[in-house]
């Protein structure tokens, strides 16, 4: 959906865009932006790639003059040719704001002590959570990543109650708290985890081993960074502030708009940002808009937890398919356990999907197999062969895309 204010805030975007951009003057050459009038129109404009972003390396995507850049962040890319972001004061007040959001959303406030373990530097974590956290009025106690000892000092004898890292290193915190019996000195409650994808059993490991609510927090440099969107008590998707960026569902293969409630890749515009605007950018993060309002009564809508990226996506029998649908299809059947390995194969002209399920409840696994078939029929809408093996059989892997085998090719 698009709101009367967010058309507003891209129409104005649009009318000056192509002026003060050469990526987009190059990118929209031809094309003439005063005719979009609706979202229609905004919905045929051409989509931009990290691929794009990196050609304009260093500051080909600088949409200001010289003078109002105050800070430039830059994301690593594996191709080794960075992507280089510049910030106005503006920009950088705003994304403190959006932070500042996002800790409110998980009630945490200015008596908070925040243990900020992210990264410092180009890339734009650390310096994030400090800003939003400063401007929130809470303590920063601006650590940045490893030295455990020194983590647990601070977190001792500072009192800190919030931590904000990765799901890798707060599980490497919570283990060696543990280790050193140490959980009784501690005072977190809650956890903020950005960055990575992590499953639903790391999730109660971090939270069981150190006592704390987890929160997710998502973003991506090339939009601010960390702070676009966050996750609220009730553990039901992340929250985005719509009066900062428009979200549109695309499928990733056809990039035709997905309505409301599907899953398929996040693109993003900026509506607000000035020293590097960006015009339907695709993330390759595959999740969906969740139709409703949120319990906790926040105006903002959501997107719900990220279920992979576009890469691991997987076509069967016309249809899309991404490892996070197949997680949360198995976890609605009672008795099956969340380790399974997808098999496809093509066999007499068509496709074949075998899920293969661990379960310990043997002597009812010809029941459990009809009931994961049936499910999958009815959740995702093509029928497959369903396989249930005993407990351990599986490999295990952190790496969701590991589990799935396409034989096909
Ligand atoms: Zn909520």
Redesign the pocket.
Known sequence: MMTEAQFLQIQNLLSTIQEKSAFYRKKFEGIDLSSVKSREDFEKLPFSNKGDLREAYPLGLQAVPDREVVRIHSSSGTTGVPVIIPYTRQDVADWAEIFKRCYETAGITDLDRIQVTPGYGLWTAGIGFQTGAELLGAMVIPMGPGNTDKQIQMMTDLRSTVLCATSSYALLLAEEITRRGVKDQICLKKGVIGSERWGEKMRRRIANELGVKLYDIYGLTEIYGPGIAMS???E?GM?YWDDYIYCEIIDPKTGEVLPEGQPGELVITTLRKQGAPLIRYRTHDLTRILPGE???G?PYP?IDTLIGRTDDMIKVKGVNIFPGQIDELLREVEGVSSEYQVMIDHLGGRDIMTLFFETDAWSCREELETRVKLHFKAKIGIAIAAKAVSIGELPRSEKKSTRIFDNRY
Request: aromatic letters at 10%; proline letters at 10%.
């Open positions: 609220c008590d009730y039901c929250h949120c319990p906790c926040s959501r």
